[in-house]
């Protein structure tokens, strides 16, 4: 018998032109159409009240305010970071030098010792009953306390044919001299120190100047 126009082979037909992914197109609609209600709802617009184009301007709106905010925090986040990176180095380089001098004092304070064992040294040297035995243990007691000081980073301060330096040296006077330019130091009255690189104790010097009479 033949079938009818209304009857089938026991299958449904399909209507022609519609898709077979309908069901998953209209939940990426409906996902989509509820974020922008989250975005709007957050900005305190509602989305049925509004047209399209206005709903996406708002949209577009909170976007940008969103941007703006995650750029501010952004670089809010990355100040802090590099005032702590900065923070950290200074504090290591307090540590560091701090370390370095905290010594400094005790120094200062042995340097007169040093400077009264070579004045007897040069005194003793020239004297005709002087006791040499005792004269080799001073000479003995001011070269290790030298040596002392030279390993904890102390060296004399050079000053005699030099520029005076008033970082390092310390004017007593001056000397009418044809023997070296004027302001060059000439001889030295009390030597200076410094420990690595600061001056503990400036050399006090005498300057040259140029004689007034030739």
Do not use: W
């Amino acid at each position: 018998m033949a079938k009818g126009p209304s009857e089938s082979d026991g299958h449904p037909e399909e209507p022609d032109g519609q898709p077979d992914n309908q069901p998953e197109n209209q939940a990426g609609s409906q996902g989509l159409e509820k974020e922008l209600e989250e975005l709007l709802a957050e900005a305190g617009v509602d989305l049925d009240s509004l047209p399209l184009e206005e709903q996406v301007n708002a949209l577009k709106s909170s976007l940008e305010l969103a941007q703006k905010e995650a750029a501010e925090n952004l670089d809010t986040a990355q100040r802090a970071q590099a005032e702590m990176v900065n923070f950290k180095r200074r504090t290591d380089e307090d540590r560091i030098a701090n370390a370095k001098y905290a010594n400094s004092r005790l120094i200062a304070n042995v340097l007169p010792v040093l400077e009264e064992l070579e004045l007897a040294i040069s005194h003793s040297e020239g004297a005709a009953d002087v006791n040499d035995s005792l004269l080799e243990g001073i000479k003995l007691i001011q070269r290790k306390l030298t040596t002392v000081l030279e390993s904890e980073g102390v060296a004399a301060i050079e000053a005699v044919g030099l520029m005076f330096n008033p970082l390092e040296h310390e004017a007593l006077g001056t000397e009418e001299t044809i023997e070296c330019e004027s302001g060059y130091v000439t001889q030295i009255i009390r030597p200076g120190f410094r420990l690595h690189d600061r001056v503990i104790r400036p050399a006090q010097v005498m300057v040259a100047m140029a004689p007034k009479d030739p």
